[in-house]
């Protein structure tokens, strides 16, 4: 089976510009969660999706967005950028929505650098 | 205080030691993950457990629910080990995962 899978996997982008990342999760997984990780921060819980309704969300402002679609890949949005946002994007995806008692498999990250 | 505190915070070791890293947490959990992170930002899920011991080749991961810790032990370690490995855990209230801040592991020849 293929892993998860993003894109791009490096993005350079200007502030007050907008982003949109792709997660396409292993075949079968329904859930996909996404995370930010920075120097100063750590691993951030940004949100969950399974089956096309978000069921999770973490502490960000709503400039973050996300979405998914029918097939499971999932789209982050991140508009007006500040340089704060530069950090590893990572998505995981699951096969149930639920980090309990299911392993995520993480994809290699989008590394975004706002300049 | 951080929800979910690592010690130690960076481990150098000689080949062949034997590992031990710390994990403690403050909120109610239902299950912890043991995280593995290589340079590039790859990561991969060692283990995740909510009671007693697990053991996946060298490497062994133990949980005290009752005393909110849990340990990773990697044995006759190897530079191929050297790493970042990140505890997190699945907020029993919330289902969401929280991290640590992680512990950097260089293994030596």
């Known amino acids: 089976k293929a892993g998860v899978t993003q894109t791009p996997r490096y993005l350079i982008k200007t502030r007050g510009q907008q982003v949109t990342l792709s997660c396409s999760p292993i075949?079968?997984?329904?859930?996909v969660s996404w995370y930010q990780q920075t120097p100063g921060q750590g691993l951030q819980f940004l949100f969950e999706?399974?089956?096309?309704?978000?069921?999770n969300k973490g502490n960000f402002p709503g400039r973050f967005s996300g979405r998914q679609f029918s097939n499971s890949r999932s789209e982050m949005n991140v508009s007006t950028l500040e340089l704060g946002d530069s950090a590893l994007y990572l998505c995981?995806?699951?096969?149930?929505?639920?980090?309990?008692?299911?392993?995520?498999?993480f994809g290699p990250g989008t590394r975004l650098t706002v300049l | 205080k951080n929800e979910v505190e690592q010690s130690p915070q960076n481990l150098t070791a000689q080949e062949g030691e034997f590992i031990t890293i710390n994990c403690s947490y403050s909120?109610?959990?239902?299950?912890l993950h043991w995280l593995q992170q290589h340079p590039g930002g790859g990561i991969v899920s060692l283990f995740m457990?909510?009671?007693g011991k697990k053991k996946h080749g060298r490497l062994i991961a133990t949980i005290n629910i009752q005393e909110k810790h849990s340990s990773l032990h990697i044995t006759a370690s190897h530079p191929r080990d050297s790493a970042v490995y990140i505890c997190?855990?699945?907020?029993?209230?919330?289902?969401?995962?929280?991290f640590g801040t992680g512990t950097r592991l260089q293994v030596f020849p």
């Open positions: 909120v109610g959990i239902s299950a």
């Open positions: 999706y399974f089956s096309e309704t978000q069921r």
């Open positions: 997190a855990v699945s907020s029993y209230n919330t289902d969401k995962l929280i």
């Open positions: 457990l909510s009671s």
């Open positions: 075949s079968g997984h329904r859930s």
């Open positions: 995981a995806s699951s096969s149930t929505g639920t980090t309990t008692y299911n392993e995520q498999f």
